[in-house]
T-cell receptor, first 113, second 117 residues
Framework: GESVGLHLPTLSVQEGDNSIINCAYS??????FIWYKQESGKGPQFIID?????DKRQGQRVTVLLNKTVKHLSLQIAATQPGDSAVYFCAERISGGYQKVTFGTGTKLQVIP | DAMVIQNPRYQVTQFGKPVTLSCSQT?????MYWYQQKSSQAPKLLFHYYDKDFNNEADTPDNFQSRRPNTSFCFLDIRSPGLGDAAMYLC????????????????FGPGTRLTVL
């Protein structure tokens, strides 16, 4: 069936280094992708999104890259800080105007001080 | 300022005892969602309201019901909680697509952690 999945369940990075979190999706009809950050005991927090007509989008310290050829999405965090420690989820929406998104399995980012 | 509010943050109930979780929003968003999230898993959509229209996911058990009396409030009713229903329940909202300034972003509340004894 269609799915969204992440390559690595846990990622440990040194404070100040850049982090790259990867996500693979299998539904070629997906047209919108979102990255969420979820801290322990809290709801998911929107980080950045990208539509399928783009291949890169930048925010504050974060960049999302979309490679539709291989159905791959990545989140890059520059100069990772301890406050970035959380679980990161990618989510996809299938085109058609319907608001439903499907979440991937999540990657836990641990920042080492 | 809180935009999506969930009460209570922690709820303990007994096996089989009905429980209601509440969600309110100050965003005036058209769409409200309920997700179930178990430990170390991704949020799983239970159902959503598109204005007053209720949309149930095919695999959502009948034990889960929802009410949306007005734009601001949405309730999740669990009629007979089982041990397997212990989870974090997340409420989210989004604007109606096509409206000026609308995006597809869903805004989440802090969640209610449900414990079933």
């Amino acid at each position: 069936g269609e799915s969204v999945g992440l390559h690595l369940p846990t990622l440990s990075v040194q404070e100040g280094d850049n982090s790259i979190i990867n996500c693979a999706y299998s539904n070629s009809a997906s047209d919108y992708f979102i990255w969420y950050k979820q801290e322990s005991g809290k709801g998911p927090q929107f980080i950045i999104d990208i539509r399928s007509n783009m291949d890169k989008r930048q925010g504050q310290r974060v960049t999302v890259l979309l490679n539709k050829t291989v159905k791959h999405l990545s989140l890059q965090i520059a100069a990772t800080q301890p406050g970035d420690s959380a679980v990161y989820f990618c989510a996809e929406r299938i085109s058609g105007g319907y608001q439903k998104v499907t979440f991937g399995t999540g990657t836990k980012l641990q920042v080492i001080p | 300022d809180a935009m999506v509010i969930q009460n209570p943050r922690y709820q303990v109930t007994q096996f089989g005892k009905p429980v209601t979780l509440s969600c309110s929003q100050t965003l005036n968003h058209n769409v409200m969602y309920w997700y179930q999230q178990k430990s170390s898993q991704a949020p799983k959509l239970l159902f959503h309201y598109y204005d007053k229209d209720f949309n149930n996911e095919a695999d959502t058990p009948d034990n889960f019901q929802s009410r949306r009396p007005n734009t601001s409030f949405c309730f999740l009713d669990i009629r007979s909680p089982g041990l397997g229903d212990a989870a974090m329940y997340l409420c989210a909202t989004s604007r109606k697509p096509g409206l000026a300034g609308s995006t597809d972003t869903q805004y989440f509340g802090p969640g209610t952690r449900l414990t079933v004894l």
